[in-house]
């Protein structure tokens, strides 16, 4: 069906883009709302990840993920280049340290509409395994910044990324 819809678009069919928005455009702008944290910002890299979404189909490969699985790695990279690009990195950092108490990262899974799924395998994980997951997506550092920020070994940071993502891969489900 993935397959289908993005042929579809890669041949510029309207209708099926139309379609394909209806499925990603509300997890592609919250991706990059968490990661930018400025609303008319977000809106501005959606509407690029979105347009960048329609140019590419044709790149899309039905056999490495789903659409939405597509569409969000593209956000999150637009968004990350965007927080590299306007010096908003270092506030960003700062405010996701400030906001990794486990009920502050409960409340932005909730705020969000990510696949329940996703949601549940994240709350299964220790709140530190939980940290540096997020710490990873939301704002793309590197395992040492991660243990520099942190104030813990690097040792530790890269045994819980390992730890976590072994996790991750056994609950979450394959497409």
Known sequence: MDGDLIRRIATGDRSA????YAKVSGPVY???????GNRAEAEDVAQEALVQLWRD??????SRGSILGWAV?????RALDRARSSGARRRLVDRLSQSMRPEAT???IKDGPPPASLHEALEQLPAEQRQVVELAYFTGLTQT????????PLGTVKTR???????LRAVLPHE
Request: aromatic share 8%.
């Open 161 to 167: 990324v390992k730890l976590a993502m072994e996790k």
């Open 30 to 36: 919250q991706v990059i709302l968490a990661i930018l």
């Open 106 to 108: 409960e409340e932005r």
């Open 145 to 152: 910044e991660m243990a520099e920020r942190l104030g813990i």
């Open 17 to 20: 883009f139309d379609e394909f």
């Open 73 to 77: 790695s593209i956000a999150r990279s």
């Open 57 to 62: 189909a044709g790149r899309f490969d039905p």
